[in-house]
């Protein structure tokens, strides 16, 4: 059982940044891919980042490349993403997810991959 906690999100200006935070529990951390996902008011759960096991591999959505960084530290059972150039359009709730991966080379952006899931944390971008 893993129990995932994020923390970071808030009120900010378009342009501005935040760093989310996703505190594991539990002592395997370091066996399980991480990933971030948004649900916007009204749409649907989608995918922003993910993260294999030792940080190897690292996939992005699209529309957050090159604004979106995503880190681990298996040391601390954290996962981060850092957030930048932010727009309206990232207005939404942020949720980290845990996936049981047997190897280095997993970092799935699709939901059905993840085990373990936070509670979520607010992100709003004021224009």
């Known amino acids: 059982q893993v129990q995932l906690v994020e923390s970071g999100g808030g009120l900010v200006q378009a342009g501005g940044s935040l760093r989310l935070s996703c505190a594991a529990s539990?002592?395997?951390?370091?066996?399980?891919?991480m990933g971030w996902f948004r649900q916007a008011p009204g749409k649907e759960r989608e995918s922003v980042a993910a993260i294999s096991r030792s940080a190897i591999i690292r996939y992005y959505k699209d529309s957050v490349k090159g604004r979106f960084t995503i880190s681990r530290d298996n040391a601390k059972n954290t996962v981060y993403l850092q957030l930048n150039s932010l727009k309206p359009e990232d207005t939404a709730v942020y949720y980290c997810?845990?996936?049981?991966?047997?190897?280095?080379?997993?970092?799935?952006?699709?939901?059905?991959?993840?085990?373990?899931w936070g509670q979520g944390t607010q992100v709003t971008v004021s224009s």
């Open positions: 539990g002592r395997t951390f370091s066996r399980y891919a």
């Open positions: 997810a845990a996936g049981l991966s047997s190897g280095d080379s997993s970092a799935p952006l699709y939901p059905g991959a993840y085990d373990y």
